[in-house]
């Protein structure tokens, strides 16, 4: 495996005898997952996915994202949650948070229907001005409010610019195989479709139509990147936590979390890591985060923000824990220029690689991190590649999965995420809550 668990760094918090005493619990909670008789088990379908995917479609979608890279400049992804997160994340780490900036030969991504925000969906419009634009829209239950209200406004805008025929080419579905308006919206106008699967829940979604349909469009080999996957699948079924570093970085979770480290900040040393941080925040806040339980999940880029957060992680409240993905060989160079004069005083680092200053860096955070009381687990990945960071979307994965059963939760549903929505949906007037509303209004009212 191209990615290994260094645990090193954790021998003052952690005891020799601690791994032993809760490998029972990280059988135990394997047993649930394999033999499917756990919470949730009605969400598996991820396990499997990176052999067990439906190839037809798999071609299908390749076949669209070349259809979507020759006919437009932009793709507007709509979705929001588990409907975009993982696309995002994997396109900004192989490509470039920069890629819509960039010079390439692949559309611009934009994600849309993710927030509330006039401002958000009126620059959009803006940039799709003059151009040609496709539409990929995302959800699972095909009701969710904030990409539905983004679609209506882009499915308005593709009509107008070319016509019901023309955009029913330009306009592309990822929703429930049967239910749902959205399919049966879909199936009225005709648009292609694709599925996400019963069985597989939003935050575990971007191996499906998902992620991989705006994944392609932006010219990422998506067959490495399930074959990735396809190898951490095999690479991880060992339950011994000696012998399997994605239980072992579960079980490591929740020892830490007994002693009170309920906040885990996952640390990423490239900018490119931001929405991988993103998407894996979403992955395990909401696997975990219920029944009053649950680690925090934060994140940070260093060094950008060792001067923003930096000083709270070394000194401030000790209920801390670090995660820093390490990424050996990432495919840039740059060597710092010589300066004769050396009017910066900066000549020491002259002809020295950014990586190996990058790496100084990490290490010299690491141990300071350390020393001021802050464990720190480092997960190294050989290089930045598709056929790596699939394996690396897996090992979070089950990881979660496994942490979420040893943590005692269900971790594939998210009732959580209803409160809000009944909320606002009452308040906006929405046919069916008037009882609730009338509650609302009396508590906003007081
Ligand atoms: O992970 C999840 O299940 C959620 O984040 C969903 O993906 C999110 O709420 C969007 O739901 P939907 O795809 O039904 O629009």
Same mark, same amino acid.
């Given at each position: 495996m191209a990615i290994k668990l260094n645990d090193k760094y954790l021998s003052s918090f952690v005891g020799e005898h601690e791994y032993r005493h809760i490998q029972a619990q990280v059988t135990e909670a394997d047993r649930l997952l394999r033999t499917k008789?756990?919470?949730?088990? #009605? +969400? %598996?379908?991820?396990? #499997?996915l990176p052999v067990n995917y439906d190839k037809e479609e798999f071609a299908r979608i390749q076949v669209a994202a070349k259809k979507i890279q020759k006919s437009c400049d932009v793709l507007v992804v709509i979705g929001i949650g588990g409907s975009y997160l993982g696309a995002r994340a994997v396109i900004e780490y192989l490509k470039s948070p920069l890629y819509n900036a960039l010079k390439k030969d692949t559309p611009d991504i934009y994600f849309a229907g993710n927030c509330i925000s006039a401002d958000a969906l009126n620059e959009l419009l803006q940039l799709c001005e003059g151009r040609d634009v496709c539409v990929n829209v995302i959800s699972?239950?095909?009701?969710?409010t904030e990409p539905a209200v983004a679609f209506r406004v882009f499915r308005e805008l593709m009509e107008k610019k070319y016509g019901k025929d023309g955009a029913k080419e330009r306009i592309f579905v990822t929703t429930d195989k049967a239910r749902g308006t959205l399919k049966q919206f879909s199936t009225e106008k005709g648009y292609e479709t694709f599925v996400v699967p019963d069985d597989v829940g939003g935050r575990f979604s971007v191996l499906t139509a998902v992620g991989l349909l705006p994944i392609a469009v932006a010219g990422i080999d998506v067959v490495a990147l399930m074959e990735g996957a396809a190898s951490a699948r095999v690479a991880y079924?060992?339950?011994d936590i000696s012998k399997n570093d994605c239980y072992r970085y579960a079980a490591l979770r929740n020892i830490l979390y007994r002693k009170g480290k309920t906040t885990e900040i996952m640390v990423g040393? /490239? !900018? +490119?890591?931001t929405m991988l941080n993103e998407w894996w925040k979403q992955l395990y806040g909401e696997s975990e985060g219920k029944d009053q339980k649950g680690i925090f999940p934060a994140s940070v880029i260093f060094s950008t923000d060792l001067h923003s957060l930096g000083q709270f992680v070394q #000194?401030?409240?000790?209920n801390l824990f670090e995660t820093v993905i390490d990424?050996? /060989?990432?495919g840039s160079r740059f060597e710092i220029p010589d300066d004769p004069a050396n009017v910066d005083g900066l000549? +020491? %680092?002259?002809?020295?690689n950014i990586n190996y200053v990058k790496k100084t860096a990490m290490m010299g955070t690491i141990l300071a991190h350390v020393d001021g009381g802050v464990p720190n687990i480092i997960i190294n990945v050989d290089e930045k590649s598709a056929f790596v960071l699939g394996e690396l979307l897996y090992f979070f994965e089950l990881a979660c999965a496994i942490s979420g059963y040893i943590l005692g939760v269900? !971790? +594939? #549903?998210? !009732?959580?995420? /209803?409160s809000y929505k009944k909320n606002m949906f009452a308040l906006l007037g929405k046919p069916g809550y008037e009882e609730l509303l009338e509650k609302l209004e009396k508590r906003l009212k007081n």
């Open positions: 008789s756990g919470a949730g088990s #009605d +969400f %598996l379908g991820w396990v #499997d699972k239950s095909g009701t969710t079924t060992n339950p040393y /490239e !900018p +490119f890591q #000194d401030g409240n000790r990424i050996a /060989e990432t000549n +020491f %680092l002259s002809g020295k269900n !971790p +594939f #549903d998210q !009732p959580g995420v /209803e």
